[in-house]
Nanobody, 120 residues
Framework: QVQLVESGGGLVQTGGSLRLSCKAS????????MGWYHQAPGKQRELVAL???????RYADSVKGRFTISRDNAKNTVYLQMNSLKPEDTAVYYC??????????????WGQGTQVTVSS
């Protein structure tokens, strides 16, 4: 059974930082591209960042220079370091695993999401 379990969300003030974690089980983690998406109320789910098994990365324009995605294959975990947080970053953040590359990624497996709230 595949499981992606996110953690690390919470309430933070504008300009603050959070680090999200997503631990995977039931998949060959090192073979998968991993991604972070977010979904704000009333909006569609959007890509935040991707990291391939070769450590290639891709970011949404809105988070470039502020967020960093990384992975630890030994721990089956992908991270999202979020700095200089803004109120518009407020959303539920989801972890995804898939076999595509940075430009043709499709999430085959999804986590349950973790809430990030940035207060102004």
């Amino acid at each position: 059974q595949v499981q992606l379990v996110e953690s690390g969300g919470g309430l933070v003030q504008t300009g603050g930082s959070l680090r999200l974690s997503c631990k995977a089980s039931g998949i060959i983690f090192s073979a998968h591209t991993m991604g972070w998406y977010h979904q704000a109320p009333g909006k569609q789910r959007e890509l935040v960042a991707l990291i391939t098994r070769f450590q290639g990365t891709r970011y949404a324009d809105s988070v470039k220079g502020r967020f960093t995605i990384s992975r630890d294959n030994a721990k089956n975990t992908v991270y999202l370091q979020m700095n200089s947080l803004k109120p518009e970053d407020t959303a539920v953040y989801y972890c995804a695993a898939g076999l595509g590359d940075l430009w043709q990624f499709h999430g085959n497996y999804w986590g349950q999401g973790t809430q990030v709230t940035v207060s102004s």
